[in-house]
């Protein structure tokens, strides 16, 4: 063990990067601006991580497959594992399906030592977010099983096409899992079938998770608390290098006609009005007959004719795929991605303000970030904004335009 007169540090304190030195109270007495900096840091440090010019999966398929056994009952997230991780959820679903509009997502809950998919692959965000809130209000009971889990997932996506990405996010707090068979049988499917499985363990690590993680291609972690559990959420948004045995092919998608009701279409009627009727995704809804329901308008696919109420979509009666331009531009934007901007010290910064919020740079900068196409300075939050939501600099965007 080292001496601490020797300066040398602990093994132990190698991986944090002493990070505690660089916390400090604000006017205030508040340590929050500090923490939130070391935090936009860490982003800021992922961003420069990514490799350009790397083949991505776009036409995702992801399974979430959610603990629901007696461990989501822990309160060491507030009010409750399964309350937390339900909340969070939901707004991961929003951001994925934002970012990913032409992907598809599947939900799988684990509890009794079984597996149930509670929502097989779609791309209606709006029906996932439901079904999670339903998850939050159920039971928590027994123990999990991540070998059915993951063999359920498997028999789903090993159906797949060879251009889909195939992708399992597994949210466990359980230590345990309650397995059948040889959970490594499983693993060397999955790997074999280039499935990317990805583990976020809330109570501490599990070797079988991370042998999981490492044999697929995914990523392990385990969170700290919920803001963290957060981030590291956001983290599987973006579409992940393409697996080797996904192949290269072209895909047949429609862009369908939008009618209100007063209009024909070729492909559905020949009649000058359209008749009203149901459209595809509500005809198998376990409910009441809703009259809202039932009407003319929709989205017509330019193939048979069927009427869908929300796109993207595939479509039931012909296997098409059903999107909208804008869907294809926010899809295509992680292969066109923003340079990083250039650290500069805030000090050479000859410009007063940051040209994306217009916020003045004052002493507690101690970075500013430069574009280097259009030079112009932008601070550390824009940075990230840029990069993470906005997808285009303003400046270049700003420049082009005057031209």
């Known amino acids: 063990m080292a ?49 350009p010019n790397t083949r991505l999966g776009m036409m995702r398929h992801l399974y979430i497959i959610l603990d629901s056994s007696e461990a989501m009952t822990d309160q060491d997230l507030k009010p409750t594992r399964q309350l937390c991780t339900a909340k969070l959820l939901e707004g991961f679903v929003e951001e994925y399906f934002d970012q990913n509009p032409i992907s598809q997502m599947g939900i799988i809950v684990t509890r009794n030592k079984r597996a149930e998919l509670v929502c097989e692959l779609a791309g209606n965000g709006r029906k996932h977010v439901d079904i999670i809130k339903q998850i939050s209000q159920g039971p928590c009971a027994g123990e999990p099983s991540l070998q059915n889990s993951l063999e359920l997932a498997l ?16 949210v466990m707090g359980s230590l345990t899992t309650c397995d059948p068979h040889d959970i490594n049988v499983t693993i060397q499917k999955l790997k074999a079938e280039g499935v990317r499985c990805s583990v ?28 963290h559990f957060r981030d590291l959420l956001l983290q599987q948004v973006e579409p992940p290098p393409a697996a080797r045995t996904q192949d290269c092919s072209l895909v047949r998608m429609g862009f369908p006609h939008h009618s209100n009701g007063t209009e024909s279409s070729d492909a559905s009627s020949a009649s000058s009005n359209n008749p009203m009727s149901f459209c595809m995704c509500h005809l198998d809804v376990e409910s009441k007959v ?14 048979c004719g069927s009427k869908y109420c929300e796109l993207p979509v595939e479509c039931r009666a012909c296997g098409l795929t059903l999107v909208s331009a804008p869907h294809l531009a926010r899809s295509y934007h992680h292969l066109f991605p923003v340079d990083n901007f250039l650290e500069i010290d805030a000090k ?13 740079f004052v002493e507690l900068d101690k ?6 196409a259009c030079s112009q300075i932008f601070c550390l939050d824009c940075d990230i904004f840029v990069h993470d939501t906005l997808h285009s600099c303003p400046g270049c965007t700003s420049s082009a335009k005057n031209h």
């Not at 900096?37 to 490799?51: F, H, P």
């Not at 028999?155 to 597994?170: D, I, K, N, T, Y």
């Not at 970075?367 to 280097?372: E, L, Q, T």
């Open 3 to 51: 001496d601490e007169e020797d300066g040398n540090e602990y093994r132990w304190e190698t991986g944090y990067e002493k990070t505690w030195e660089a916390i400090k109270e604000d006017d205030d007495g508040m340590l929050e601006a500090s923490v939130a900096e070391i935090i936009q840091r860490a982003k800021r440090k992922r961003q420069a991580e990514r490799r």
């Open 155 to 170: 028999s789903s996506l090993r159906l797949l096409p060879g251009h889909a990405s195939r992708e399992v996010l597994v």
């Open 200 to 227: 976020i363990g809330l109570a501490a690590e599990v070797k079988v998770c991370r042998q999981l993680s490492k044999e697929t291609g995914g990523l392990y972690s385990v969170i700290l608390d919920d803001c």
């Open 290 to 303: 809703d009259s809202t329901k039932l009407g003319a308008a929709g989205h017509l696919c330019p193939q």
């Open 348 to 360: 050479e910064n000859q410009q007063p303000r940051c040209f994306g919020c217009r916020r003045k």
């Open 367 to 372: 970075h500013a970030y430069k574009c280097g």
